[in-house]
């Protein structure tokens, strides 16, 4: 059986043609704060794609919900938008998504010529357990810290959501 050691305490590899290619170490405050984003959103990409393992799901599909859940029903070029995917992209993972139950295709009211994909209450309500004990520790994290530094963690994803939409480099925008 193979021995796992941690990250930071590993040796590396210097056989032949082999190159260690790691983060360089943070110096300032915004280097530690954008290293330790990467940790939480590689483990939070892992997380749901275990996610959407355990239920039958790719994690793109499994991702449209969430955007579903996130920001209420919305038309196929949105989610394109929100996801960075083609409009085939769109339509084969809102496919699988409403053969599954999870989402039903409704006329837009706003506009005849479109429709609107929203989610199956019943069934995203099943969905909901995956994510309790990711919730509940998290908020028992957020338990420990007062009340200004919660605003200040707000105000932070806050100003980055702001950014994101502004930043036309970015592959997926939200409204």
């Known amino acids: 059986m193979s021995k796992v050691s941690n990250a930071n305490s590993r040796k590396p590899h210097r056989g032949k043609g082999a190159e260690?290619?790691?983060?360089?170490?943070p110096v300032t405050t915004a280097d530690?704060?954008?290293l330790e984003i990467r940790k939480f959103i590689a483990a939070a990409i892992f997380f749901n794609a275990q996610a959407a393992d355990r239920v039958g799901l790719g994690l793109t599909d499994m991702q449209m919900l969430h955007m579903l859940q996130l920001y209420g029903p919305a038309t196929p070029k949105q989610l394109g938008l929100w996801a960075g995917l083609s409009s085939g992209g769109v339509t084969v993972a809102l496919d699988r998504l409403e053969e599954a139950g999870y989402l039903r295709r409704e006329p837009n009211p706003h506009d005849r010529r479109s429709l609107l994909v929203a989610l199956v209450p019943t069934r995203i309500r099943k969905l909901a357990s995956l994510y309790e004990g990711v919730e509940q520790g998290t908020r028992q994290g957020?338990?420990?810290?007062p009340e200004q530094d919660l605003e200040a963690v707000?105000?932070?994803?806050?100003?980055?959501?702001?950014?994101?939409?502004?930043?036309s480099s970015m592959l997926a925008t939200r409204p």
């Open 154 to 167: 707000v105000r932070f994803f806050v100003t980055l959501e702001a950014a994101r939409k502004n930043d």
């Open 20 to 25: 260690t290619v790691r983060v360089p170490a």
């Open 32 to 34: 530690r704060i954008i």
């Open 142 to 145: 957020l338990a420990k810290l």
